[in-house]
């Protein structure tokens, strides 16, 4: 199975400030046949289920709002909130779906400073 | 709207069994593969089975393959996941997940699985 390890584990940011959150895969999740990064990013609020806000690594999920934004290719992907809202309180998760078993990171848990 | 409402969790005993279900509305149930994913107090979601459309093609994770079993019926919308030798490692809350394009995408809010004498 492919692990994926996100970093931090948690962190506090301002209101307004940047956030970025780490993921790692074991292996690449770039399938070279269509050079798509098989790389997903959920948000969970509290109480909630997962939500998904990028797929293929760098395309927002319809509504999600444009401070979300994702990076990186192969191994190391980046996911990016470029003004902290209140509502963006939550635990973060990487997932990659190049291979079954779909697998994801282990969160990152997102607060206000 | 996508809505996915599970039900059937509750309270097992170890090497128990639950059928859970997963009504589906807002959409074409049939055309979608569909997922059950589960997540354990404070940990990482984890997938437990897909199966695809029309009900042909499963699969499973290591752990639950031999003693979990995923269906559906499609005239119903409704998608079920039967589960059998339950462990206490199997305690977790049961989300029903629609496979979009190109991952999955819409959660239901889960039913709540303890296992426990």
């Known amino acids: 199975d492919i692990v994926m390890t996100q970093s931090p584990d948690s962190l506090a940011v301002s209101l307004g400030e940047r956030a970025t959150i780490n993921c790692k895969s074991s292996?690449?999740?770039?399938?070279?046949?269509?050079?798509?990064?098989?790389l997903g990013w959920f948000q969970q609020r509290p109480g909630q289920p997962p939500k998904l806000l990028i797929y293929?690594?760098?395309t927002r999920e319809s509504g999600v709002p444009d401070r979300f934004s994702g990076s990186g290719s192969g191994t190391d992907f980046t996911l990016t909130i470029s003004s902290l809202q209140a509502e963006d309180v939550a635990v973060y998760y990487c997932?990659?779906?190049?291979?079954?078993?779909?697998?994801f990171g282990q969160g990152t848990n997102l607060e206000i400073k | 709207e996508v809505q996915l409402v599970e039900s059937g969790g509750g309270l097992v005993q170890p090497g128990g069994s639950l059928r859970l279900s997963c009504a589906a509305s807002?959409?074409?149930?049939?055309?979608?593969?569909m997922h059950w994913v589960r997540q354990a107090p404070g940990k990482r979601p984890m997938w437990v089975s897909r199966?695809?459309?029309?009900?042909?093609?499963?699969a499973y994770a290591d752990s639950v393959k031999g003693r979990f079993t995923i269906s559906r019926d499609n005239a119903k919308n409704t998608l079920y996941l039967q589960m059998n030798s339950l462990r206490a490692d199997d305690a977790a809350v049961y989300y029903c997940?629609?496979?979009?394009?190109?991952?999955?995408?819409?959660w239901g809010q889960g039913t709540l699985v303890t296992v426990s004498s």
């Open positions: 997940v629609r496979g979009g394009e190109p991952t999955v995408d819409y």
């Open positions: 807002g959409f074409t149930f049939s055309r979608h593969w």
């Open positions: 199966v695809n459309g029309d009900g042909s093609t499963t």
């Open positions: 292996q690449s999740v770039l399938y070279s046949s269509n050079n798509k990064n098989y």
């Open positions: 293929w690594a760098s």
């Open positions: 997932q990659q779906y190049y291979s079954t078993p779909q697998t």
